[in-house]
């Protein structure tokens, strides 16, 4: 028995009445529709469906449209339109077994809004604003007829010279996990076959942020127990949220490419954490066997790849031209083509795309007017979530909030500039529909103040820098260079600020600069504009950074400098309305770090969960003969979980309602939270756990809850977390996950180094 849209082509009905009908009573039996489904398919069908096509480039539309209707392609991405997916999928139901398609695309941190980029989301550390940010990219999405995004992604990164730092969310396994949980749960709705939802594509599997030095497409080396205890439970939490789909990483793991990894993609995916999506490549990552140095040739590194569980190759062709041969040599199975093709065909069964291929295209009558609307935007949502992804770093002498009155010097290349609010990765966003700095403070200001402008410095003058970041948009250069000189441009500034009352600074990077290939071997901010800072801090006048950033800077003279710093990252659609709140105050900041921040660039690797070592230091001792780094401070410039308030916040009356904790037992933790500032207020209190003594050397200290919490002025609530047994477990050397009696310290505070303290017994 067929669907009705098939019989409805057979019949020579259209495609949309088709879609129209109701399913066929088929397709209540997953395993039997697809098992029936492959029966039917030749060889050449089934590998076409392991197939995902790139729209553009050596891959013409009308060749595309050839390839659809051949059966040869099992899903797209890059086309964001309702009107170009649509004949796509009309192109694929002609095909002899009328296999629909699926259109992905990089949705990461917003669609058409653009939400803040991913450390400033985990800045938030608030689960339902992150939530929000992923519902309106799945509704968004969803209503271009797109089916599945390559995100969440939850590498976890501890070396800021990484590139890809941006799209993360920090150091820390459980505020990442939580996140990953909450993302996935969030595009995927009630149901990954729901219209207004979209599958989740976790990536990069596994461990692409600890790639060797921080270089981009690096080696990595690990021991398992470091990586099941720090690197893969975000993954695992995503898969476990339900995440139709994993991205495999381009990088190797202990000598073994992430696309050729049998224990990785079958023994620990699939066997171990019981995944039954579809594994996509990463983009050419098959073909990159060769230049890995595992496959001599095509043919190797397409029997390499589909044998390890890769059951979709992304912008590769050697599936299309090995896998035939392969499998006529005996080298690769039948079966082992049938296991990945069954897994495409049922992620598309759970999208409702055999149901309904047109469920996210629609019909042409109802695709809108304008893509670009306005109206498609959700700017109250991308504008109450950047608020809360700013973390104010520095506010000395309370020179925020600013008065909305007298003269403000806003100076800066970052101040005004529209593509670089959205960040990297910004999917369909444009960049004319951002609110830039300049914008957001001059909206919030009204005739109540003058607000003057000076650009003051380009992002860079390094010539080698500039074309690297232009390198792919030629024709629309991100960074444009102003023409004047930088002496011209620091004098107009300079003579800026002399007539202000204070100075507001938005320097930092481009977006460019953070961004998949963008590596850095410097944390420093562009010297160009270190020199514009240090003309305006000539001037004597109150001077405020805003940061603009997708990686943890160097901040060492803006902390010695400035009288305040709020870092904002590169915070979406609406960022500069956000920032302009919390300048003047109509938002109390409220962000935390979710990633350390190193004096320099020689601390790398700095995160806040270390493991414990034999000669530690200790801050007011001798530090001969210990762990450190003689030169300079020992411990970030500022911590992890850090973030200021126009707020007082205060922690008092730790107490464990036992000193004990049975086996399989709860013990709660309670302590007070006081709000002892003049304003209303947010602050997100941290629950750390410190195993005093274990089989395996443990962290100082880990994560194991968090809260966010409003508070009035003057307003004291008593916050309350409950640990079992499970948050006291770790991976042992035999790779188990035990917990060890013993004693342990509970460590609550506002950030990971201010903290109370109360210690009981696992019995």
Do not use: C
Not at 22 to 29: M, Q
Not at 145 to 151: E, N, P, R, V, Y
């Amino acid at each position: 028995m067929k669907p009705l849209y098939l019989l409805g082509l057979m019949a020579g009905l259209s495609l949309q009445s088709i879609a129209a009908e109701p399913p066929s009573p088929l397709l209540d039996d997953k395993p039997a529709f697809i098992a029936s489904l492959i029966e039917k398919m030749t060889l050449d069908e089934k590998i076409g469906q392991l197939r995902l096509i790139s729209i553009g480039g050596d891959m013409p539309r009308e060749r595309i449209l050839g390839e659809l209707a051949a059966g040869r392609i099992g899903g797209t991405f890059n086309t964001v339109t309702r009107g170009d997916n649509r004949p796509m999928q009309e192109a694929a139901l002609r095909s002899r077994l009328h296999i629909p398609i699926f259109f992905a695309y990089d949705v990461v941190h917003g669609h058409r809004t653009i939400f803040p980029i991913g450390l400033g989301l985990a800045s938030s550390w608030d689960l339902e604003a992150i939530a929000t940010s992923g519902r309106v990219q799945a509704i968004e999405a969803s209503a271009d007829g797109l089916d599945m995004t390559f995100a969440p992604m939850v590498d976890i990164s501890r070396d800021p010279r990484w590139g890809r730092t941006s799209e993360g969310f920090g150091e820390d396994p459980y505020l990442v996990s939580q996140i990953a949980r909450t993302m996935v749960q969030a595009y995927q709705g009630k149901s990954p076959a729901a219209a207004d939802s979209v599958t989740a594509s976790v990536k990069h599997f596994a461990l692409y942020g600890a790639v060797e030095g921080g270089r981009d497409y690096n080696v990595v080396d690990m021991s398992p127990m470091r990586m099941h205890q720090d690197f893969l439970p975000p993954y695992r939490a995503a898969i476990d949220a339900g995440a139709g789909g994993v991205m495999v990483a381009l990088n190797s793991i202990n000598g073994v490419p992430a696309s050729a990894n049998t224990w990785l993609l079958q023994d620990l995916l699939r066997r171990d954490w019981g995944f039954k999506g579809v594994a996509l490549s990463d983009h050419g990552a098959i073909s990159e066997l060769i230049r890995h140095g595992v496959a001599k040739d095509g043919r190797e590194a397409a029997r390499l790849a589909i044998k390890a569980g890769i059951d979709m190759s992304m912008a590769d062709s050697l599936y299309l031209q090995e896998l035939p041969g392969l499998v006529n040599s005996g080298e690769v199975g039948v079966g082992e083509i049938d296991a990945a093709v069954r897994e495409v065909l049922g992620v598309k069964y759970d999208m409702g795309l055999f149901h309904d291929p047109f469920r996210r295209i629609g019909s042409a009558k109802d695709d809108p007017a304008d893509v670009n609307a306005e109206s498609r935007l959700h700017r109250k949502a991308a504008r109450e979530v950047a608020r809360q992804s700013l973390v104010l770093l520095e506010n000395n002498d309370r020179t925020l909030p600013l008065a909305k009155r007298g003269t403000i010097a806003l100076v800066g290349p970052l101040a005004d500039s529209p593509i670089d609010m959205m960040g990297s990765w910004s999917a369909a966003g444009v960049a004319k529909q951002s609110v830039t700095l300049r914008q957001g403070m001059l909206d919030a200001l009204g005739s109540k103040a003058e607000l003057s402008y000076a650009r003051g410095a380009n992002i860079t003058d390094d010539k080698r820098m500039v074309d690297y970041l232009n390198f792919l948009n030629w024709d629309n250069p991100e960074v444009v260079q102003d023409p004047r000189s930088p002496t011209d441009m620091i004098a107009e500034a300079v003579a800026v600020a002399e007539r202000a009352d204070v100075i507001v600074a938005a320097v930092g990077e481009s977006r460019g600069m953070s961004h998949e290939a963008s590596s850095r071997t410097s944390l420093q901010i562009p010297e160009s504009q270190q020199a514009l800072l240090r003309a305006l801090k000539k001037t004597g006048k109150p001077l405020v950074l805003v940061l603009m950033n997708g990686r943890p800077l160097d901040l060492n003279w803006a902390k010695a400098n400035a009288d305040a710093i709020l870092e904002t990252w590169f915070s979406g659609t609406e960022g500069g309305h956000a920032i302009a709140d919390v300048l003047f105050g109509d938002y109390n900041p409220s962000g935390k770090l979710p990633i350390s921040i190193p004096r320099s660039v020689g601390q790398i690797p700095t995160y806040y969960n270390h493991l414990r070592v034999g000669r530690p230091y200790i801050e007011g001792k001798p530090g001969n003969y210990t762990s450190q780094y003689f030169e300079e401070q020992t411990g970030p410039l500022y911590p992890f979980g850090y973030g200021l308030s126009y707020s007082q916040f205060e922690l008092s009356g730790l107490q464990l309602s036992s000193p004990t904790m049975a086996r399989n037992g709860e013990l709660d933790v309670s302590v007070t939270l006081k709000n002892a500032g003049p304003r209303d207020g947010a602050t997100t209190v941290q629950l750390y756990l410190r195993d005093e003594v274990a089989s395996v050397i443990r962290p100082v200290k880990e994560l194991k809850a968090f809260r966010k919490v409003a508070l009035k002025a003057g307003e004291a609530r008593e916050i309350r977390f409950r640990l079992s047994e499970n948050d006291l477990a770790f991976v042992n050397a035999q790779l188990q996950r035990v917990a060890e009696p013993g004693e342990f310290e509970v460590q609550i505070g506002l950030d990971s180094e201010q903290v109370e303290r109360a210690s009981f017994t696992l019995q």
